[in-house]
């Protein structure tokens, strides 16, 4: 027996076990004024109900552009959310990783600033799929996980060189999906939240380049 609408329940994210810090909590990304794809595979999701709907949009179908009070969502909008989820989902467990394992100390040193960041981008695309009932990922996708067992499996220079090889390559395949919604999307919720993931992802690959480590394999091919 199918349940009215105005019975459904906004769908939250489940919240992945990840080590919280707890001194990254006050950092915020500061916003940008002036200005190819990840992983495409399904991502697993869990989610928990809440009673306190705060969106318009239909959850079910997952396709096409819903409705919300802050503007239309489109499909675009919610794949930089679920993309920027994946992304902490494996970039802060590998910059905790790394900031004990790597050799090179600017390569510890940038990895700690990662993680902070991430975390608190973590938080914001949380708190942004509550609002806009949007499903998140719990696990990084088979693409990611191969990359941190191959970062995890190295020891030495090669650890370094092989973290930042992956880590400045996934950045810069998100890169162009936070210009494109950034450019289109009409809802001003994700217009914000593509300012926030800009100014950390653009951070983070100034950051991985410092390093000196980086090789024509750190990035993506360039679109035709």
């Not at 495409?40 to 239909?58: F, H, L």
């Not at 990359?147 to 090889?165: E, H, L, N, P, Q």
């Not at 992956?166 to 217009?191: C, E, K, Y």
């Amino acid at each position: 027996m199918r349940l009215p609408r105005s019975l459904h329940l906004p769908i939250v994210c489940g919240v992945a076990a990840l080590t919280s810090l707890t001194a990254c909590a006050t950092y915020t990304p500061p916003p940008v004024n002036g200005l190819p794809a990840l992983d495409t595979a399904p991502a697993t999701v869990e989610v928990e109900e809440t009673s306190t709907p705060t969106a318009q949009a239909d959850p079910d179908p997952e396709s096409g552009t819903w409705q919300t009070e802050w503007g239309p969502l489109s499909e675009i909008d919610r794949d930089l959310v679920r993309k920027v989820r994946l992304a902490t989902l494996w970039e802060m467990v590998i910059a905790q990783e790394a900031m004990q394992r790597a050799t090179n100390p600017r390569v510890r040193r940038i990895s700690e600033e990662i993680s902070k960041q991430h975390h608190t981008l973590d938080e914001q695309a949380r708190a942004l799929a509550a609002k806009l009932k949007i499903k998140l990922p719990v696990k990084p996708t088979e693409q990611q996980a191969g990359w941190m067992s191959d970062i995890s499996g190295r020891s030495g220079s090669a650890y370094d060189a092989t973290y930042v090889k992956w880590l400045r390559l996934a950045h810069g395949q998100i890169f162009g999906l936070i210009g494109d919604v950034r450019g289109s999307t009409q809802n001003t919720l994700v217009r914000r939240f593509s300012e926030q993931a800009n100014s950390a992802v653009l951070n983070h690959q100034r950051l991985l380049e410092s390093t000196g480590l980086t090789t024509s394999e750190s990035f993506p091919t360039p679109s035709a």
